[in-house]
C-alpha cells in the first residue's frame, strides 16, 4: 500500500477508483500484505515451527479468515461466535483454541462437541465446570490452565492482560492447585500452559520475563505440557518515530526456553497478522473554521473506527491525493457523531485540504471493523479485499433500512 503517482493505492487499485464505485468510509484490505506478514512470522520463528492461531476477535470477517486458514493458521477464539465463524471459514478443529473468562455452559458444550484442540481455562470454577460437561457426555476433555505471570508489558492499561490486577488467568498458587486436580479428574486431560501478556507489545523483553516464570511453573507442577501457549500481543507502529517488535529478538528467547523441554509452541497473533494490512478511506464532508485550529468534518466516526476514542491511539492520515506542498495549519480530523471523543487525530502540519477530498486512515485492519458499532444508527462500512487489480467486496454496507 503507497503512492503510485499522486494516487494512494492498495496493491493496483487506488483510493479515488474505490471511492468513486463505492460509498465512503470504505475498509480496504491488501491480500499481499496479509500474506506476506503471515509468511514473515512463519520465516521469523521456523526454528520451532509454532502452531500460528490467528486471533479471530482482532478481526471476524469471514472472507479474511478463508484466506488466513489457505495461508496455514489456526484459530484463537473467545466466544461462540468466533468459534462458529472460524469453523465456517474451514478452520481444523484440531488448529483452534478457546480462550477467555467467562465462557458459558453452551460454550463449553459446543466446544467440547466440535473437538477442538484446547480450552483454556481461567479459574477453577471453569475447570469444574468443564469436568462436569465433559463428565455427562463421557469425554475427556484437552484443557490449558491460563497462568497470570503478574507482568507489566509497558502497553496500554485498557490493553494489559498479564498484570495481577487484571481479570485474566489464575496466579501460581492456584494454577498448582488446579494441576493437582485435573490430574486426579477422568475427565479432563492437562495438555498446556497458557498465557499472554497484554496487546501491542513493542519490546521483546517482557516476553522474556514471561518466559522466565513460565520455566519457574513448569518445574514446580512436575508436569509435561504438550503445548505451551504464549498468546499473542505482537505490536506494529502505529507512528514513525515508534521501533518495531523485534521478532529474531522473541524467537531465540522462545528457543532458550525450548532447551529444556519439549513443548509444541502456540502463537496467537491477531494485530502482527491483520493490523497493517487494511486502510479505511474517508471523504471530508465540511471544513470548520474555528479560533486556534480547522475541524476537518469526516464521514467516518468513532463508531467505523474506535480505537482512538477508546484507547487514545494514533492511526497515520494521509491524502488519497496528492495535490501540493505540506503546509503549516492545525488540523483536527474529527467524525460525525454526537459524541467529544469521536475524534482520529491533530496534525499541525498537513496539504491544503478542500470539502470532498479523501482521506486514508492508516493501520485499521486489527480492531476496526471489530470494534465498530451501529451507534447513531449508522450502517456499518463496505469492507473490501484487493488482490493485485481485482477488487472482492468480502462485506457488503450495512442498509439503514434493514437496521430501522
Same mark, same amino acid.
Given at each position: 500500500?503507497?503512492?503510485?503517482?499522486?494516487? #494512494?493505492? &492498495?496493491?493496483?487499485?487506488?483510493?479515488?477508483?474505490?471511492?468513486?464505485?463505492?460509498?465512503?468510509?470504505?475498509?480496504?484490505?491488501?491480500?499481499?500484505?496479509?500474506?506476506?506478514?503471515?509468511?514473515?512470522?512463519?520465516?521469523?520463528?521456523?526454528?520451532f515451527?509454532?502452531?500460528?492461531?490467528?486471533?479471530? /476477535?482482532?478481526?471476524?470477517?469471514?472472507?479474511?479468515? /478463508?484466506?488466513?486458514?489457505?495461508?496455514?493458521?489456526?484459530a484463537?477464539?473467545?466466544?461462540?461466535?468466533?468459534?462458529m465463524?472460524?469453523?465456517?471459514?474451514?478452520?481444523?478443529?484440531?488448529?483452534?483454541?478457546f480462550?477467555?473468562?467467562?465462557? =458459558?455452559?453452551?460454550e463449553?458444550?459446543?466446544?467440547?462437541?466440535?473437538? !477442538?484442540?484446547?480450552?483454556?481455562?481461567? *479459574?477453577?470454577?471453569?475447570?469444574?465446570? !468443564?469436568?462436569?460437561?465433559?463428565?455427562?457426555?463421557?469425554?475427556?476433555?484437552?484443557?490449558?490452565?491460563?497462568?497470570?505471570?503478574?507482568?507489566?508489558?509497558? =502497553?496500554?492499561?485498557?490493553?494489559?492482560?498479564?498484570?495481577?490486577?487484571?481479570?485474566?488467568?489464575?496466579?501460581?498458587?492456584? #494454577?498448582?492447585?488446579?494441576?493437582?486436580?485435573?490430574?486426579?479428574?477422568?475427565?479432563? /486431560?492437562?495438555?498446556?500452559?497458557?498465557?499472554?501478556?497484554?496487546?501491542?507489545?513493542?519490546?521483546?523483553?517482557?516476553?522474556?520475563?514471561?518466559?522466565?516464570?513460565?520455566?519457574?511453573?513448569?518445574?514446580k507442577?512436575?508436569?509435561?505440557?504438550?503445548?505451551?501457549?504464549?498468546?499473542?500481543?505482537?505490536? !506494529?507502529?502505529?507512528?514513525?518515530?515508534?521501533?518495531?517488535l523485534?521478532? /529474531?529478538k522473541?524467537?531465540?528467547?522462545?528457543n532458550?526456553?525450548?532447551?529444556?523441554?519439549? =513443548?509444541?509452541? &502456540?502463537?496467537?497473533?491477531?494485530? *502482527?497478522?491483520?493490523?497493517?494490512? *487494511?486502510?479505511?478511506?474517508?471523504?471530508?464532508?465540511?471544513?470548520?473554521?474555528?479560533?486556534?485550529?480547522? #475541524?476537518?468534518?469526516?464521514?467516518?466516526?468513532?463508531?467505523?473506527?474506535?480505537?482512538?476514542?477508546?484507547?487514545?491511539?494514533?492511526?497515520?492520515?494521509?491524502?488519497?491525493?496528492?495535490?501540493?506542498?505540506?503546509?503549516?495549519? &492545525?488540523?483536527?480530523?474529527?467524525?460525525?457523531?454526537?459524541?467529544?471523543?469521536?475524534?482520529?487525530?491533530?496534525?499541525?502540519?498537513?496539504?491544503?485540504?478542500?470539502?470532498?477530498?479523501?482521506?486514508?486512515?492508516?493501520?485499521?485492519?486489527?480492531?476496526?471493523?471489530?470494534?465498530?458499532?451501529?451507534?447513531?444508527l449508522?450502517?456499518?462500512?463496505?469492507?473490501?479485499?484487493?488482490?493485485?487489480?481485482? &477488487?472482492?467486496?468480502?462485506?457488503?454496507r450495512?442498509? !439503514?433500512?434493514?437496521?430501522?
Amino acid at each position: 500500500m503507497n503512492y503510485i503517482g499522486k494516487n #494512494f493505492s &492498495i496493491e493496483k487499485v487506488s483510493a479515488k477508483t474505490l471511492a468513486k464505485k463505492y460509498p465512503t468510509p470504505i475498509y480496504c484490505y491488501s491480500y499481499k500484505k496479509l500474506k506476506k506478514n503471515i509468511l514473515n512470522l512463519k520465516k521469523n520463528f521456523k526454528s520451532f515451527n509454532p502452531l500460528l492461531c490467528f486471533s479471530v /476477535k482482532s478481526n471476524a470477517n469471514l472472507n479474511l479468515l /478463508k484466506e488466513i486458514k489457505k495461508l496455514g493458521c489456526g484459530a484463537d477464539v473467545v466466544s461462540i461466535g468466533e468459534l462458529m465463524i472460524a469453523l465456517k471459514a474451514g478452520i481444523k478443529p484440531s488448529k483452534i483454541v478457546f480462550s477467555g473468562v467467562g465462557k =458459558t455452559s453452551n460454550e463449553i458444550k459446543y466446544a467440547i462437541e466440535k473437538n !477442538i484442540l484446547l480450552i483454556n481455562a481461567e *479459574s477453577k470454577s471453569e475447570i469444574i465446570e !468443564i469436568e462436569k460437561i465433559a463428565k455427562s457426555k463421557k469425554k475427556v476433555v484437552d484443557i490449558g490452565i491460563r497462568l497470570n505471570p503478574d507482568i507489566d508489558a509497558k =502497553t496500554l492499561n485498557q490493553i494489559s492482560t498479564g498484570k495481577k490486577e487484571n481479570k485474566f488467568g489464575v496466579v501460581e498458587k492456584i #494454577f498448582l492447585e488446579i494441576t493437582h486436580f485435573i490430574k486426579n479428574s477422568k475427565h479432563l /486431560k492437562l495438555k498446556c500452559l497458557s498465557v499472554h501478556i497484554g496487546s501491542q507489545i513493542l519490546n521483546h523483553k517482557p516476553y522474556e520475563k514471561m518466559l522466565k516464570i513460565i520455566d519457574k511453573i513448569i518445574k514446580k507442577t512436575h508436569h509435561n505440557f504438550e503445548y505451551v501457549d504464549l498468546g499473542g500481543g505482537m505490536g !506494529i507502529p502505529y507512528e514513525n518515530n515508534i521501533k518495531k517488535l523485534s521478532y /529474531k529478538k522473541y524467537s531465540h528467547a522462545i528457543n532458550k526456553f525450548l532447551k529444556n523441554y519439549k =513443548t509444541k509452541i &502456540i502463537l496467537e497473533p491477531g494485530r *502482527s497478522i491483520i493490523g497493517n494490512a *487494511s486502510v479505511l478511506i474517508s471523504k471530508i464532508i465540511y471544513i470548520k473554521k474555528a479560533k486556534n485550529k480547522n #475541524f476537518i468534518i469526516l464521514d467516518a466516526g468513532m463508531n467505523d473506527l474506535m480505537r482512538p476514542s477508546l484507547y487514545g491511539s494514533k492511526h497515520h492520515i494521509i491524502p488519497a491525493i496528492k495535490k501540493g506542498k505540506v503546509i503549516k495549519q &492545525i488540523l483536527e480530523f474529527v467524525g460525525p457523531i454526537c459524541e467529544s471523543t469521536d475524534k482520529f487525530l491533530t496534525l499541525k502540519k498537513f496539504q491544503k485540504l478542500k470539502e470532498k477530498d479523501l482521506v486514508v486512515i492508516c493501520d485499521v485492519g486489527a480492531y476496526g471493523m471489530s470494534l465498530s458499532s451501529n451507534y447513531n444508527l449508522r450502517p456499518k462500512p463496505i469492507e473490501i479485499l484487493v488482490k493485485g487489480s481485482r &477488487i472482492n467486496i468480502i462485506k457488503k454496507r450495512q442498509n !439503514i433500512k434493514d437496521l430501522i
